[in-house]
């Protein structure tokens, strides 16, 4: 079967992004999305913006002594993620893989804007990275990610909280501020990077079931893996 | 100083002039670069004023992970960009920015120029390369010492005794052979040195001559920055040639 370059970035493969808040719930939705596709027969392809080994240890280093700025941070995100974008998400997005990404740039984009940052110097560094094909916003007021972070009982961590730009001495007050100027951010640019927006407060099934449904439009003809391992 | 930068305002830099000067010395290796800073150092703190030096890959912040993914030579270009990318920005800000903002001069032993022809030659864009950088201080000079191929290969030569695998851009894959794979490269190198010469105003001197002239002509340029049009404490004796004046004027103007 022939594979159709796309037309946002000329590869075979299709990148399809998860974008919102900590906690608006993308990441159950792109791995419940993740073993559907496969399930299908459909090469896929799944990474999330998790720090690599290297960001990690520069970050902790950087903490200890109070180095990072706003652009050293920025950088630094940015070197992780074209490690991530060369090494892994390049090569299965060429060889035609679906490619679903927790997390992308537009994760970069908002941080960084949060954090002050020259918003068009910060799209031009990532301008390495194609435009998604489908990228879905998981809209949700900050309150309810904050609800369902405190009955985790996961730790806020510094950086989570936006600590580093001294909004408040309280964790709890600092998450919301930043997280309210993430949200902010991720609003502002909905329209422009054409996102799906997808309403976050439902529930898990309703949520997968609009997912699937939308989908189906990409998936026309786009080949399977049996396809594409063995002719006829 | 005027304080500005490329393009990109940094989030928390002060917006008043800074009373220092930073001074950048570019060129590649073995145009006698590192001879000539340790030369200006010592003299412009001869004539009073107070000068903190600076190079790259210096800011402990990311060095070692430099190290190491040069060790595996796995990273792509855009990740090797930006990681040389991140310890620039850690040392702007924590050394180059201060020093000026507290009356001292900078003296930079290469700067983004480097960087940028670096990034260039193993596939970036300009655009994207200058737009990356665009966060960097504006140098009130920046002087570049240009020299031959043939003399930067004799003096790596005689100074590690072998060529560089990196000054080689063996990574890039021009060529297997390293004497033919350093030409390839130096010559990619210059021809991005040569249009950012032009976009960023670098003062060229020739550096196939002898250490001592180059540093008079050196001195020439730096010298109006601290309202001087002589140097005060000559140290060369011998007076540039008529070839590099010509040269010197024609960059200057």
């Not at chain 1, 804007?113 to 879905?136: E, H, L, Q």
């Not at chain 1, 909280?161 to 909905?190: P, T």
Request: one cysteine or more; hydrophobic letters at 40%.
């Amino acid at each position: 079967m022939p594979e159709t370059p796309s037309p946002n970035h000329g590869f075979p493969g299709r990148l399809l992004v998860f974008e919102g808040l900590d906690g608006s719930g993308k990441s159950t939705q792109a791995a419940l999305l993740g073993k559907w596709l496969a399930a299908q027969g459909y090469r896929v392809f799944f990474t999330e913006w998790n720090s690599s080994e290297l960001v990690a240890n520069v970050i902790r280093r950087g903490k200890k002594k109070g180095l990072l700025t706003p652009t050293t941070f920025s950088l630094l995100h940015a070197t992780d993620f074209a490690d991530r974008f060369e090494r892994k998400i390049l090569p299965p997005l060429r060889a035609g893989y679906l490619v679903v990404c927790d997390r992308y740039a537009h994760t970069a984009f908002v941080r960084d804007a949060a954090r002050g940052c020259d918003p068009g110097w910060v799209r031009t560094i990532y301008s390495f990275a194609p435009r998604p094909d489908r990228a879905f916003y998981f809209r949700v007021p900050v309150s309810i990610t904050l609800r369902r972070k405190l009955a985790s009982r996961l730790k806020i961590s510094y950086y989570e909280a936006g600590m580093d730009l001294g909004l408040s001495d309280d964790v709890v007050e600092s998450y919301q501020k930043f997280q309210g100027r993430l949200k902010r951010e991720y609003d502002r640019i909905a329209a422009t990077d054409r996102f799906t927006i997808i309403d976050s407060t439902r529930t898990v099934e309703e949520i997968q079931g609009d997912l699937r449904a939308s989908l189906r439009p990409l998936l026309e003809n786009f080949p399977t893996g049996a396809d594409m391992m063995h002719d006829g | 100083m005027t304080g500005r930068t490329y393009g990109t305002r940094l989030p928390g830099m002060p917006t008043d002039p800074l009373p220092g000067r930073l001074i950048v010395v570019e060129g590649a290796d073995g145009s006698g670069r590192s001879t000539e800073v340790t030369a200006l150092k010592e003299w412009l703190e001869i004539e009073g004023h107070a000068v903190v030096d600076t190079g790259l890959r210096r800011s402990d912040l990311v060095s070692t992970e430099i190290d190491r993914a040069k060790e595996g030579h796995t990273l792509g270009a855009a990740t090797m960009a930006l990681l040389y990318a991140v310890d620039f920005a850690d040392q702007l800000e924590n050394k180059i920015v201060p020093s000026p903002a507290a009356g001292a001069t900078v003296l930079a032993d290469r700067y983004v120029y480097t960087l940028m022809a670096r990034a260039i030659a193993r596939g970036s864009s300009r655009a994207w390369a200058r737009e990356l950088y665009a966060f960097a201080l504006r140098p009130d000079l920046v002087v570049f010492l240009d020299a031959r191929s043939e003399i930067l290969l004799h003096r790596a030569i005689s100074k590690y005794g072998y060529l560089d695998f990196w000054e080689s851009g063996m990574d890039l894959c021009l060529s297997r052979d390293l004497f033919e794979s350093f030409f390839l490269y130096q010559d990619r190198l210059s021809r991005e040195f040569e249009w950012m010469g032009r976009e960023y105003h670098f003062h060229r001197v020739d550096a196939n001559r002898a250490p001592e002239q180059v540093h008079v002509d050196v001195q020439r340029l730096v010298a109006p920055l601290y309202g001087a049009t002589v140097p005060s404490t000559p140290s060369g004796r011998k007076p540039p040639e008529s070839v590099s004046g010509a040269r010197r004027r024609a960059a200057s103007s």
